[in-house]
């Protein structure tokens, strides 16, 4: 259609570049380039793609762990090593078994519910995402920049800048995605092996340091004596303070949005990807006893070998407590060299989040009608999400440990709706043994999620944020767009199509009709009301038109029109849709189209008052529906002269 817009700005133009019809598809995510079908990368290199955001973790997971628990650090750890592998592990490969093209949790959680409570209920999940991910992002360029300013290099010249370094980073990280940021695996790969290696060689030291002086371990065992008494106590703290560790649970929702890039068997299919949902497995397992052994070691070294005060905040291990020991046992050039890696690591793992973030939104948002049409290019979105960032590092001051609750909380909520959508997934497919265990995992989940709520409500008040946002500006958004042509296809039976074609040869004339009892006295009476209220002469005909609203929250939907013969004589054209203003557009639109003449539609007006008609429009998809029905025409077709014509009686 022809417009008279005037062309956009340069600058217009180039934050809205590759901006997509976000009605016909989710777009392509902008740190993956698209693959066809069935290829990919094998399933260890896609591991260190999760891995940049849940190895990095090792940055600051132990210094927090230290403060969490003190000396009950490793005991604390191996706790959460056990509800790891014991729990969240098996979650996801459930999740990765049911959602094998990435949907992760809350796809799966979102195909049980309907109506407005599902959308409501997943655009929660979304806003506990988005703190996930996005404080993935400040938590991880904060420690980059603690990293960088406690190195005794830098310490002197940077030490009272590390607000400013952390800003600088979220700057960078935006600017690189403004450019435009392709998420290479090989990267990932590099970044992932030279961070391993590095804490490899850092974690051997201390074990040795620890195995050599003898007195380290009986004087940790002694004081852990002196302090809870014996095992089960020192068990039962460590289970009161397990949920101020679950830092270390991250990268599991990661590891399963990843799975499209795992290349799977010749003979995966898109509906059944076996080689992909079996290598996807594997790579979770992998990553999660790798991780599980290092953090086991890396909480016994620190704890054993660094003192308590250098745990708190202002002391040198205060959020890089594996960097100390590097510095401290290793001599500072090493320390430099692990402080550079572990400073690019969290950087790319700061990426990896904000591509999941713009990756994430246009997955769900777009098909209920609830983004703003910008939402669908990158730059626009980066820079939201950089704001963001910034305001989110100014009000914690940068610091690792004021955000570990608001992480915590994203990636507990997270885990815990998994844990649920594969309990009843198990229910479902009547396995009564597996729904028993998902729903003992969900209820420690759930568990853990209070208690760090309770603890820590930094994460739900940011999350609240979050989803308050996400649900006004959907809200908004759906209201804006309200009446778009939201049909994206029409396909007539042929007993419709033969109705079209008939009327055709005179004038097309259709009837609104909200059926009831379908009886003949309904339509021999609305005949007669139409034929009344617009002084029709008895020779015109009409053919009645029937719109069922099914689930009045959806936005898009293809529209299939059924055609039959009532009573021996009344012609009705029957179809189901989300909106019934919509339906009736679409299906004037596409007559017009495959016949060439200009459709007549005749409504009777709506009783009540306007405003709370609109209401059941939005809402429900019905309503005010003559006036809504000729709006929609009218942006759909701005041409007067071609426009079908809406009368209301």
Same mark, same amino acid.
């Given at each position: 259609?022809?417009?008279?817009?005037?062309?956009?700005?340069?600058?217009?133009?180039?934050?809205?570049?590759?901006?997509?019809?976000?009605?016909?598809?989710?777009?392509?995510?902008?740190?993956?380039?698209?693959?066809?079908?069935?290829?990919?990368?094998?399933?260890?290199?896609?591991?260190?793609?999760?891995?940049?955001?849940?190895?990095?973790?090792?940055?600051?997971?132990?210094?927090? @762990?230290?403060?969490? $628990?003190?000396? /009950?650090?490793? &005991?604390?750890?191996?706790?959460? +090593? *056990? =509800?790891?592998?014991? !729990?969240?592990?098996?979650?996801?490969?459930?999740?990765?078994?049911?959602?094998?093209?990435?949907?992760?949790?809350?796809?799966?959680?979102?195909?049980?519910?309907?109506?407005?409570?599902?959308?409501?209920?997943?655009?929660?999940?979304?806003?506990?995402?988005?703190?996930?991910?996005?404080?993935?992002?400040?938590?991880?360029?904060?420690?980059?920049?603690?990293?960088?300013?406690?190195?005794?290099?830098?310490?002197?010249?940077?030490?009272?800048?590390?607000?400013?370094?952390?800003?600088?980073?979220?700057?960078?990280?935006?600017?690189?995605?403004?450019?435009?940021?392709?998420? @290479?695996?090989?990267? $990932?790969?590099? /970044?992932?092996? &030279?961070?391993?290696?590095?804490? +490899? *060689? =850092?974690?051997?030291? !201390?074990?040795?340091?620890?195995?050599?002086?003898?007195?380290?371990?009986?004087?940790?065992?002694?004081?852990?004596?002196?302090?809870?008494?014996?095992?089960?106590?020192?068990?039962?703290?460590?289970?009161?303070?397990?949920?101020?560790?679950?830092?270390?649970?991250?990268?599991?929702?990661?590891?399963?949005?990843?799975?499209?890039?795992?290349?799977?068997?010749?003979?995966?299919?898109?509906?059944?990807?076996?080689?992909?949902?079996?290598?996807?497995?594997?790579?979770?397992?992998?990553?999660?006893?790798?991780?599980?052994?290092?953090?086991?070691?890396?909480?016994?070294?620190?704890?054993?070998?660094?003192?308590?005060?250098?745990?708190?905040?202002?002391?040198?291990?205060?959020?890089?407590?594996?960097?100390?020991?590097?510095?401290?046992?290793?001599?500072?050039?090493?320390?430099?060299?692990?402080?550079?890696?572990?400073?690019?690591?969290?950087?790319?793992?700061?990426?990896?989040?904000?591509?999941?973030?713009?990756?994430?939104?246009?997955?769900?948002?777009?098909?209920?009608?609830?983004?703003?049409?910008?939402?669908?290019?990158?730059?626009?979105?980066?820079?939201?999400?950089?704001?963001?960032?910034?305001?989110?590092?100014?009000?914690?001051?940068?610091?690792?440990?004021?955000?570990?609750?608001?992480?915590?909380?994203?990636?507990?909520?997270?885990?815990?709706?998994?844990?649920?959508?594969?309990?009843?997934?198990?229910?479902?497919?009547?396995?009564?043994?597996?729904?028993?265990?998902?729903?003992?995992?969900?209820?420690?989940?759930?568990?853990?999620?209070?208690?760090?709520?309770?603890?820590?409500?930094?994460?739900?008040?940011?999350?609240?944020?979050?989803?308050?946002?996400?649900?006004?500006?959907?809200?908004?958004?759906?209201?804006?767009?309200?009446?778009?042509?939201?049909?994206?296809?029409?396909?007539?039976?042929?007993?419709?199509?033969?109705?079209?074609?008939?009327?055709?040869?005179?004038?097309?004339?259709?009837?609104?009709?909200?059926?009831?009892?379908?009886?003949?006295?309904?339509?021999?009476?609305?005949?007669?009301?139409?034929?009344?209220?617009?002084?029709?002469?008895?020779?015109?005909?009409?053919?009645?038109?029937?719109?069922?609203?099914?689930?009045?929250?959806?936005?898009?939907?293809?529209?299939?029109?059924?055609?039959?013969?009532?009573?021996?004589?009344?012609?009705?054209?029957?179809?189901?849709?989300?909106?019934?203003?919509?339906?009736?557009?679409?299906?004037?639109?596409?007559?017009?189209?495959?016949?060439?003449?200009?459709?007549?539609?005749?409504?009777?007006?709506?009783?009540?008052?306007?405003?709370?008609?609109?209401?059941?429009?939005?809402?429900?998809?019905?309503?005010?529906?003559?006036?809504?029905?000729?709006?929609?025409?009218?942006?759909?077709?701005?041409?007067?002269?071609?426009?079908?014509?809406?009368?209301?009686?």
């Amino acid at each position: 259609m022809a417009t008279t817009e005037h062309p956009p700005s340069r600058l217009r133009a180039w934050m809205l570049e590759g901006l997509s019809d976000m009605g016909k598809g989710v777009q392509q995510a902008p740190h993956a380039a698209p693959e066809p079908p069935h290829q990919g990368q094998r399933w260890w290199r896609v591991m260190c793609l999760t891995g940049v955001d849940y190895f990095s973790t090792l940055g600051y997971q132990p210094g927090i @762990a230290a403060l969490a $628990a003190g000396l /009950l650090s490793p &005991v604390a750890t191996l706790v959460l +090593v *056990v =509800v790891t592998l014991a !729990g969240a592990l098996p979650v996801y490969r459930r999740v990765a078994e049911e959602s094998p093209h990435g949907q992760g949790s809350i796809a799966m959680l979102e195909r049980l519910l309907s109506f407005w409570q599902g959308k409501l209920f997943v655009l929660t999940l979304l806003g506990f995402a988005a703190t996930d991910f996005l404080i993935t992002i400040t938590l991880s360029a904060a420690d980059a920049s603690t990293h960088l300013v406690e190195n005794p290099h830098l310490t002197s010249t940077l030490h009272d800048h590390r607000m400013l370094i952390t800003l600088i980073l979220l700057a960078l990280l935006g600017a690189v995605f403004l450019k435009g940021f392709l998420e @290479a695996i090989g990267v $990932a790969v590099v /970044l992932v092996g &030279v961070y391993l290696a590095l804490n +490899v *060689v =850092v974690v051997v030291t !201390g074990l040795w340091h620890v195995v050599t002086a003898e007195h380290l371990v009986t004087d940790w065992t002694g004081a852990l004596t002196a302090q809870h008494g014996n095992v089960f106590a020192m068990v039962g703290v460590a289970l009161l303070v397990f949920p101020k560790l679950a830092l270390g649970l991250s990268g599991f929702e990661t590891g399963v949005a990843v799975m499209p890039h795992v290349k799977g068997d010749a003979s995966d299919t898109e509906e059944r990807p076996a080689g992909r949902i079996r290598d996807t497995k594997k790579l979770l397992t992998t990553a999660a006893l790798i991780m599980s052994c290092f953090l086991i070691a890396t909480s016994l070294i620190t704890t054993l070998l660094i003192p308590e005060r250098e745990f708190q905040p202002g002391g040198k291990a205060n959020g890089r407590a594996l960097a100390f020991l590097a510095h401290d046992y290793l001599g500072n050039v090493f320390g430099t060299v692990y402080d550079v890696s572990t400073i690019a690591i969290l950087w790319f793992a700061g990426a990896s989040a904000m591509a999941g973030l713009l990756n994430l939104m246009p997955r769900y948002l777009p098909r209920y009608g609830m983004a703003p049409h910008w939402a669908g290019a990158v730059r626009p979105m980066v820079l939201v999400f950089t704001l963001i960032g910034f305001l989110v590092t100014w009000i914690f001051d940068a610091n690792v440990d004021k955000q570990g609750g608001a992480y915590a909380t994203g990636v507990l909520v997270l885990i815990s709706s998994a844990a649920i959508a594969v309990t009843i997934a198990a229910r479902k497919a009547g396995q009564r043994h597996w729904t028993i265990a998902f729903a003992v995992i969900s209820a420690v989940f759930l568990y853990t999620t209070v208690v760090n709520v309770i603890e820590r409500p930094d994460g739900v008040k940011i999350g609240a944020c979050f989803i308050v946002g996400i649900i006004l500006v959907s809200l908004l958004s759906r209201l804006a767009r309200a009446f778009e042509l939201r049909v994206t296809s029409v396909t007539m039976d042929p007993m419709a199509q033969r109705f079209v074609r008939d009327i055709a040869s005179r004038r097309i004339r259709f009837i609104a009709n909200k059926p009831g009892r379908r009886d003949k006295a309904e339509y021999h009476d609305k005949i007669e009301q139409i034929r009344a209220d617009n002084d029709i002469p008895d020779t015109e005909d009409f053919v009645f038109v029937e719109v069922t609203v099914t689930d009045p929250s959806e936005f898009e939907a293809d529209l299939t029109v059924r055609g039959e013969v009532l009573h021996d004589r009344y012609r009705v054209l029957s179809c189901q849709s989300s909106s019934v203003p919509n339906a009736l557009a679409a299906l004037l639109l596409e007559v017009r189209r495959t016949t060439g003449c200009i459709p007549h539609i005749y409504f009777e007006w709506t009783e009540g008052n306007p405003f709370r008609n609109f209401l059941r429009f939005f809402l429900f998809g019905q309503g005010e529906v003559a006036p809504v029905t000729r709006e929609v025409l009218r942006e759909a077709e701005p041409d007067r002269a071609k426009r079908p014509r809406v009368h209301t009686g």
